[in-house]
């Protein structure tokens, strides 16, 4: 059995249906069920539902063997994992957004608020901008709003949360998508089933071979 670890919200949601299609089923008694571990119709599967920052670390760890996540989680967490297939669902931009009016590059130390610290000072770093870096892990869209930050960096679908709140996208930073990710033991040592899983998501997806 293949342990999976899936991010809650609409990332599990569009997992467990691209799993669908996949012929894995889940239940829909099991999952109405709030339980945080269930296991599908075959008994091949235990999946778990946890938080998108810590699907890394257990698959990372070995706690589970393989898991889905947005690759901005990735980026910031820099956990030691196989991506194997980029599953092109739940597709973000990761961007940097000031008030309308303003733009990043007009700031001396530009002060920046984010959920995403790593990403946003590798991105400024490599551009020779000074930048205070302020962590926050609520609504970040305040933070200009309030005077906290000249500008954030955030995940986006669509803008228009960004837009509601006087901002503009000033540059996108990369995109990010679900990730199959994949334990390197895990890989080694059940190899048969974790390559069934691959196949099967591949087959039912536009998913491509992940680069990052």
């Known amino acids: 059995m293949l342990t999976v670890a899936l991010a809650k919200g609409r990332m599990q949601d569009e997992a467990l249906a691209l799993l669908g299609r996949a012929g894995v089923e889940v239940s829909g008694e099991a999952l109405a069920s709030r339980r945080l571990a269930v296991e599908d119709a075959e008994g091949c599967y235990r999946f778990v539902f946890v938080k998108p920052a810590d699907v890394p670390v257990y698959v990372e760890h070995g706690i589970a063997d393989c898991g889905v996540v947005g690759r901005d989680v990735l980026l910031e967490s820099e956990a030691d994992v196989l991506q194997p297939l980029d599953l092109g669902i739940s597709r973000c931009r990761i961007v940097v957004a000031a008030p309308d009016g303003a733009a990043a590059h007009d700031y001396g130390m530009l002060h920046v608020a984010t959920k995403y610290p790593r990403i946003a000072a590798a991105h400024f770093g490599a551009r020779g901008v000074p930048v205070e870096i302020i962590q926050l892990s609520g ?74």
């Not at 500008?151 to 540059?171: H, K, P, S, W, Y």
């Not at 040592?189 to 990052?212: D, G, H, Y």
């Open 139 to 212: 609504s970040v869209e305040l933070a200009p709003v309030l005077g906290l930050a000249d500008c954030i960096v955030d995940l986006v679908e669509t803008g228009q949360t960004l837009a509601d709140n006087g901002l503009r996208v000033v540059e996108t930073i990369t995109e990010s998508t679900g990730r199959l990710v994949v334990n390197r033991a895990s890989y080694q040592l059940k190899a048969v089933a974790v390559a069934r899983l691959i196949k099967a998501l591949r087959e039912v997806t536009t998913a491509v071979e992940s680069k990052a």
